[in-house]
């Protein structure tokens, strides 16, 4: 299969991907595009969903695109191989096209299906690049993903859990305790702010005891 951008190398150690991560773009779907496949830019995704629905592969699956960068999740710390990218054209300050989200929900069920991913493993770069990612950001309908099984939502469970431990096992890689809880808020409680509180830790509690990432 030739795909356009060149991109790419091999997952290293020969390993299958087992992650998904989404992300923005930031820039127009042309513009992106256009950096995805310059050789020059040095970044890649897999694919491509304009704001119309339009779904383009960039890099073949079997290989490591260059998308996530530095970080981590589940104890996993070169994400590129282990990942597959998908790059929405958004600028971050508003919600997703429903055509692009359509797109997206036929994709994900596609690559899940294809690489026997679980829901859980379907994270947002924000969640594995903590501190320095923040797409796909507050817009993104996580829940709706989730209804669909493509994505996890927590219910409320113990609010006496420690949060440390509970974001440890769903998978957050270690950071300062306000990095972490940054990152959990922007994809699940995008409107809280301040301290750390109650609903924090019964959310990250419930999400460590359905979804761990081990």
């Known amino acids: 299969m030739s795909l356009p951008s060149p991109n790419f190398g091999d997952r290293r150690g020969g390993v299958a991907p087992s992650l998904v991560v989404i992300h923005y773009t930031a ?3 042309d513009a992106a595009r256009a950096r995805l496949c310059d050789p020059a830019a040095e970044v890649s995704a897999h694919w491509l969903i304009s704001e119309t629905g339009t779904a ?12 996530a960068g530095a970080g981590g ?13 998908i790059e ?11 055509p692009q989200m359509v797109a997206l929900e036929t994709l994900l069920a596609a690559i899940m299906a294809r690489w026997a991913i679980p829901a859980q493993r379907v994270i947002g770069h ?15 309908d996580w829940h709706r993903l989730a209804r669909q099984g493509l994505a996890v939502w927590p219910e409320p469970g113990r609010a006496d859990a420690p949060l440390a431990e509970s974001l440890t096992a769903f998978g957050y890689p270690e950071a300062p305790p306000d990095v972490r809880l940054a990152a959990f808020r922007l994809r699940f409680r995008p409107w809280a702010n301040g301290p750390e509180d109650a609903a924090d830790r019964a959310l990250a509690a419930d999400l460590a005891a ?5």
């Open 126 to 140: 924000s969640d594995m690049a903590l501190a320095r990612k923040s797409d796909p950001g507050p817009h993104f």
């Open 27 to 29: 820039i127009s779907c």
């Open 210 to 214: 359905r979804f761990p990432a081990a």
């Open 56 to 67: 383009e592969a960039l890099v073949d699956e079997r290989h490591r695109a260059w998308h």
């Open 88 to 98: 929405l054209a958004n600028d971050g300050s508003q919600p997703f096209a429903e």
């Open 73 to 85: 999740w589940a104890g996993l710390d070169d994400i590129n191989s282990h990942s597959i990218g």
